[in-house]
């Protein structure tokens, strides 16, 4: 029996970084899984593929996503990247462009995209910081994609929310940054 094109469930990308891999985390405890049952449980029949590597930055992230849109073929794609290049103090410039290519890339093919903000501590200069921040609302701008300004709201300033290394959501973190992300989320999402 051959299953009908409309019966067979979306799938949804979360194409990010350490934040999304689940980085010092159990299995199932990062945003992502529980994006995933909160999926199944508002009724929503997709597949999520969690294409996350730690470590990533948006020009690693530029080089591996053409594979990725071609392989799982995704109806929406979440792009988490950004914070390395940040972290590494890479050209803003540069991190814009490879976030314009990819969201280009995965409009091209057909995917609804949400873009998720970081921000840098104030310790990288305030021109920096700025041009750091407001690269992501520039991006999703110009690429007429959703926005999350900032993934770690309520999040990043919470000693007991922060793992030990001072840069990762810990555990009880996370369903706080699916609720960050879900409300942008939700709006690109179709039930059967």
Known sequence: MVLSAAAAPRTLLVFGDSLSAGYGLAPGQGWVALL????????????????????????????????????????VVVIELGANDGLRGLPVASARNNLLEMAALAQDAGAQTLLLGMRMPPNYGPRY???FARMFAEVANRSHMALVPFFLE???????????????????????????????????????
């Open 36 to 75: 995933e049952k909160r999926l199944r449980t508002q009724g929503y029949e997709y597949r999520v593929v969690n294409a996350s590597v730690s470590g990533e930055t948006t020009g690693g992230g530029l080089e591996r996503l053409p594979r990725a849109l071609q392989l799982h073929k995704p109806d």
């Open 129 to 131: 910081t700025a041009d």
């Open 154 to 192: 309520g999040v990043a300033l919470k000693a007991n929310a922060i793992q030990a290394d001072g840069l990762h959501p810990n555990a009880s973190a996370q369903p706080a940054l699916l609720g960050v992300v879900w409300p942008h989320l939700e709006p690109l999402l179709k039930k059967h």
